[in-house]
C-alpha cells in the first residue's frame, strides 16, 4: 500500500539509546499517514520475527510487549509522514534488523502479528554491544 523506509540504526553500548525512524509515501496526491497503524518488528539471526511494538491508525492507542514495555516508545508526525520508535536502556538481546511496517485503519490490540501489515521496509540493523 505505502513505501516505507527506515533510518537511524547502528552500533550502541548497552544503555545507551537510538532513534529508529520510518519515512512513509506514496504515488497519490491524497496519501496521509493519518490512517494507517503503523508497527515496528525486529529479527534476529535464526530466530523468529517478533513485533515490538503498534500504534493504531484510529485511536492511536499502543501496544508493547513485556520484553520492551518501559524502554522503548512508539510515535509517529503525520505531518511528515513519518513513524518513530525510541529505543532507551538497550541490552544486547535487542540487537537485530529492526523493520517497520503499516496497514490501512489498523486497531492494535493483542500480539503483533505480521500477516495484519501489507507494506514493509527493508529494515535497519541495531547492534548493542560493548
Same mark, same amino acid.
Given at each position: ?8 540504526? *547502528? ?5 545507551? $539509546?537510538? @532513534? ?9 496526491? /491524497? %496519501? !496521509? ?17 517478533? *513485533? ?5 491508525? $484510529?485511536? @492511536? ?9 518501559? /524502554? %522503548? !516508545? ?57
Amino acid at each position: 500500500q505505502v513505501q516505507l523506509v527506515e533510518s537511524g540504526g *547502528g552500533l550502541v553500548q548497552p544503555g545507551g $539509546s537510538l @532513534r529508529l525512524s520510518c519515512a512513509a509515501s506514496r504515488f497519490t496526491s /491524497r %496519501f !496521509t499517514l493519518d490512517n494507517y497503524g503503523i508497527a515496528w518488528f525486529r529479527q534476529a539471526p535464526g530466530k523468529e520475527r517478533e *513485533g515490538v511494538s503498534c500504534i493504531s491508525a $484510529s485511536d @492511536r492507542s499502543t501496544d508493547y510487549p513485556d520484553s520492551v514495555k518501559g /524502554r %522503548f !516508545t512508539i510515535s509517529r508526525d503525520n505531518a511528515k509522514n513519518t513513524g518513530y520508535l525510541q529505543m532507551n536502556s538497550l541490552k544486547p538481546e535487542d540487537t537485530a534488523v529492526y523493520y517497520c511496517a503499516a496497514a490501512i485503519f489498523h486497531a492494535c490490540s493483542g500480539d503483533l502479528d505480521q500477516a495484519d501489515f501489507r507494506s514493509w521496509g527493508q529494515g535497519t540493523q541495531v547492534t548493542v554491544s560493548s
